[in-house]
């Protein structure tokens, strides 16, 4: 899954574009993902928090004052355990606009723009990745090898010995 950071112009909004390239029906489809802004983000980020203390799951000690630049010290499992949530994922995807080949401009996500389940997970994790800098690749394979090779990702040279200790990277993926 080639993921390109876009060079940005100082004060703008990270950007990143993803082609994937795993042997499915969106083999060759692509996305811009942007970066929400930093009140969105932590809004986002608090809600988070809320929705894993109500759910009894622990949370990195001083996350919640470090707010979303604390998430690469979640555990995969914590990361991740909001993911069935509607409302907090609905966020992530408005970060991920279609670019039909041959279109001037990427345009709104619709939800024929997908046809794998996989692509959405990878686009959920590719936001994520854009707003922490965490490395999708180490995630991925640390969390399911057999996801990660679905998903054409290269396996990291290395990868953390416990899901507690994610590699983070300053770039969304390898």
């Given at each position: 899954?080639?993921?390109?950071?876009?060079?940005?112009?100082?004060?703008a909004r990270k950007t990143a574009f993803v082609i994937i390239d795993a042997d499915n029906r969106d083999k060759g489809k692509r996305y811009?993902?942007?970066e929400m802004d930093a009140v969105d983000a932590e809004k986002w980020f608090c809600r988070v928090v809320?929705?894993?203390a109500?759910?009894?799951v622990a949370v990195p000690m001083g996350a919640e004052m470090m707010g979303m630049a604390a998430m690469p010290s979640f555990s995969v499992l914590q990361m991740?355990?909001?993911i069935d949530d509607d409302a907090l994922m609905g966020t992530i995807l408005s970060c991920v606009k279609a670019w039909p080949e041959g279109a001037p401009l990427a345009r709104t996500l619709q939800r024929t723009d997908t046809e794998e389940i996989i692509t959405l997970a990878q686009l959920r994790l590719e936001v994520l990745a854009l707003h922490t800098g965490?490395?999708?690749a180490v995630v991925l394979w640390t969390l399911s090898p057999a996801l990660a090779a679905a998903m054409n990702l290269e396996k990291p040279a290395t990868l953390p010995v416990d899901s507690s200790s994610t590699q983070t990277s300053p770039t969304p993926s390898p």
């Open positions: 899954m080639p993921t390109i950071m876009n060079p940005r112009e100082d004060g811009l993902l942007t809320a929705y894993l109500r759910r009894g991740l355990s909001w965490f490395s999708t």
